[in-house]
């Protein structure tokens, strides 16, 4: 075999080598380290936790956001429990106090916006009362200078009919009152 072979060949075993560890060794050292932190899980403070999951808490963490075995282990250490009891309390009260806050900050929004609608309509309403207003008194002064125009016909005809009968002729392009 040539010395240029032998070195290829070479090259090839240790890049097929490393590749091989590229691809097998994250997958190992989480195996590994998983297995070597349960052993010491084991032998640590927690002795393994006995829970009775069929009582929920009326207040529950979201699911992804916990970590039950920190919290499983939490539960025999009753200083670290009851702080950690009480900062998740607090958290949950300062979220609701958010929340609230929120709430009535859109409901005082929702209230001015209703209270301005109600400005306006009264605003649109007063107009069109006094738009009636108008067109009413309009259609009462409109039917009395009806009325006060057939009283001027009719005294009208009335003396141009006199008139007549006492010999005035009229003049030619005039129209008469006493045709209508």
């Given amino acids: ?14 890049l097929g080598l490393c590749l091989a560890a590229y691809i097998l060794a994250p997958p190992l ?15 640590f403070s927690c002795p393994p936790c006995l829970c009775d999951c069929s009582s929920y808490p009326l207040l529950s963490i979201p699911e992804g956001s916990s970590n039950n075995s920190f919290t499983e282990c939490m539960k025999h250490d009753p200083e670290v429990s ?3 009891e009480r900062s998740f309390t607090d958290l949950l009260s300062e979220e609701l106090k ?9 409901q005082q929004r929702a209230d001015k916006a209703l209270l301005e609608a109600k400005k306006m309509a009264s605003q649109y309403q007063k107009e069109a009362d006094k ?13 009395k ?10 005294l009208t005809a009335m003396w141009e009919f006199r008139a007549r009968q006492r010999g005035w ?6 129209t008469s009152y006493l045709n209508l």
């Fill in 1 to 14: 075999m040539n010395p240029s072979q032998r070195l290829l060949k070479a090259a090839m075993t240790v």
């Fill in 29 to 43: 050292y989480w195996h590994i380290t998983e297995g070597v932190a349960a052993v010491r899980r084991d032998s």
């Fill in 82 to 84: 009851e702080d950690m």
């Fill in 98 to 106: 958010l929340r609230e806050a929120e709430a009535q900050e859109n």
């Fill in 131 to 143: 738009c009636n207003m108008g067109m009413e008194t309009c259609e009462e002064a409109r039917e």
């Fill in 145 to 154: 200078a009806e009325a006060t125009l057939e009283i001027q016909r009719k």
């Fill in 169 to 174: 002729k009229g003049v030619p392009h005039q």
